[in-house]
């Protein structure tokens, strides 16, 4: 059994698995699915093997790092940090639990003290007082004697003493099967409710994280994280306007750029009188062919008319 520590950003989640093998990706047929933007849709896996528990790349696209190392194929130890973009998984081989049925304990049998007998000097027994017959029964000796039965006719059924069990274990072994059954049952039941867990990983994290990065101005980073969130998620509709937010501060950006570019082209051929017409027309045709819906685009295609050349 081995332990996975998953963190991501400043939350991390911890899952113990036994099931090989285990895979890491985007989409949902993956053992754990991760919501990090630069992981693979199946990215790596961790195999049992012989030698011991195996990290292999899946042929991902930006590659899965060991202890910040990039590796194709690794054998993995305690405390290894796999490094999946900017999640990292802590790897951690446990022991196994096993659960054993108690043993019933055996106590030997008490034998019974041999009664000392005195001995007379010539050896034999002594008799006892009041002649050779034994002392008669009383009344009080004769009440303690076990009733006789008899069966529907009338007639004396012989007693019969209960026959002690045949197997003294059989009730302290069905005992310790029964708790096996019952911790086994335990054990899937958290298993399975682990395993549907581990598919949200990173999820409730994914808005958080899209907000940190509009307020450092990683607009298309944001927009990736915002796209993780599920529709049935109470940020959906939030996550749905911070896009639009998003993909306006780049329309804007990109406008400014625009803006920026022109500007600095006219001010170059303004403040440098001499700059050639070849020269000139590089300079316009730079601008159209880095924004092509420019604002300033029929005045370019203009200023290239005057210098007898086409946009194009």
């Known amino acids: 059994m081995i332990k996975l520590t998953i963190i991501v950003g400043q939350s991390q989640t911890e899952f113990e698995l036994d099931q090989f093998p285990i895979s890491f990706g985007r989409t949902p047929d993956n053992t754990i699915q991760l919501a990090e933007p630069n992981g693979s849709r199946n990215h790596c896996r961790i195999e049992k093997t012989q030698q011991g528990y195996k990290l292999i790349d899946l042929e991902s696209k930006n590659g899965t790092k060991l202890n910040g190392k990039f590796v194709n194929q690794a054998l993995l130890k305690s405390g290894d940090d796999i490094g999946i973009g900017a999640t990292r998984i802590i790897f951690t081989e446990t022991a196994p639990q096993t659960t054993q049925a108690p043993k019933p304990a055996v106590r030997p049998a008490a034998s019974a003290p041999k009664p000392t007998v005195p001995r007379t000097a010539a050896g034999a027994p ?7 017959r034994p002392p008669a029964r009383t009344a009080g000796t004769a009440a ?4 006789q039965e008899t069966d529907e006719n009338g007639e004396r059924v012989p007693f019969r003493p209960k026959q002690p069990s045949s197997n003294p274990y059989i009730i302290p072994v069905i005992v310790g099967i029964a708790i096996i059954v019952v911790v086994g049952i335990i054990i899937g039941a958290s298993s399975g409710s ?59 950006l990109k406008l400014a750029e625009c803006e920026k570019s022109w500007l600095d082209a006219v001010d170059f051929i303004q403040l440098y009188p001499t700059t050639s017409d070849s020269q000139k027309i590089r300079i316009f045709k730079k601008h159209l062919q880095k924004y092509p819906d420019s604002p300033h685009k ?15």
């Open 126 to 132: 002594p008799r006892p007082a009041g002649g050779n």
């Open 144 to 147: 303690r004697r076990r009733p």
């Open 194 to 252: 682990g395993r549907s867990s581990v598919k949200q990983v990173g999820e409730k994290d994914d808005y958080e994280e899209a907000l940190t990065d509009m307020k450092a101005g990683n607009y298309d980073t944001a927009i990736n994280r915002l796209k993780n969130v599920k529709a049935d998620s109470s940020k959906y509709a939030d996550a749905l306007a911070k896009i639009q937010e998003c993909e306006k501060k780049i329309a804007d």
């Open 298 to 312: 029929a005045e370019a295609v203009a200023k290239l008319a005057e210098l007898g050349a086409s946009p194009d």
